[in-house]
């Protein structure tokens, strides 16, 4: 049972095993981890930029396996069509019918890797998709599995043969991260273990024979994520925080409505991980820019091109400065 200020002893139990499956296998990145599980339980959708060969893959597969879920990963390249991802449909001739052979979409966890490799016609074949928990194909709509989860990749953007993501496609994820590279002890330790880990690692095998919890108790998780109760005060707070990106001389486009909710929802998320049930400062606070950083568009970027994820943390950052932070 809860006692009003902390979620229900069950519901703590399964945040701690779901975390702990996960960070089995990302080892030495707890806070990548909790950020990764607050967009899962904000049911919001996951951006991860960083160099290859940092464990993107690796945790989108953990998350999915923690979960029993079924993941499905595209490899996005120039000539990736929409139909490779949302599925065609394909004419039978013995009943003259039409049946939907589906894509990889039809997945509890989508890795769309390297999105910025694909073109914008096929980048935009996720909106809806990541927006309603549902596509539309041959004009029919087809709901997506609950819960649905997409991590996406992407290389900085100063690389040869990307598409930079425009700014309807970075507004329907909820975070954007990166993970970095391991600490020094733990590469170490992953490069003493290759030999016997090659070519499955058996950590990642064991969590996919045992899942952390069912995907109708995330379903309930994220259900009760909803719950979490944000104070007036910092409600008041969130919208200054927003506000003034919208009004910030160094900034052609600040956080839309859907960029507030996004930043409310987190707080939720991460007051719940936390054993709370009510949201506090730093939880909007902390998640300002991992939440909305993604979302600005710098002046000094009015040629079209995106700002590199370091400008854009930087003036969110500067922003949160300007706010007081209610005690």
Known sequence: MSDGRTPAAEDIRHCKALFSSIEAVLEGKPTVVELSLVALLAQGHLLIEDVPGVGKTTLARALASSVGGEMRRVQFTSDVLPSDVLGVSVFDARDATFTLRRGPIFSNVLLADEI???????????????????????????????????????????????????????????????????????????????AAAFPSDPVLQETRSRPALSLDRLVALQHAVANVRIDPALIAYLHAIVTATRSATTLNMGVSTRGALALARAARARAFLRERTYCIADDIHDLAVPVLAHRLRLSSHADGFNPTREESEVAMREILQRIAVPV
Do not use: C, H
């Not at 927006?131 to 997506?144: F, H, K, M, P």
């Not at 040869?160 to 329907?172: I, K, M, V, Y």
């Open 116 to 194: 910025n490799r694909a073109t914008p016609r096929t980048q935009s074949a996720l909106l809806e998709a990541m927006n309603e928990a549902q596509v539309s194909i041959d004009g029919s709509t087809y709901r997506l599995p609950a819960p649905f989860f997409v991590i996406a990749t992407q290389n900085p953007q100063d690389f040869a043969g990307t598409f930079p993501l425009p700014e309807s496609q970075l507004d329907r994820f909820i975070l954007r991260i990166n993970i970095g590279y391991p600490p020094p002890k733990v590469e170490m330790r992953l490069l003493a273990r290759t």
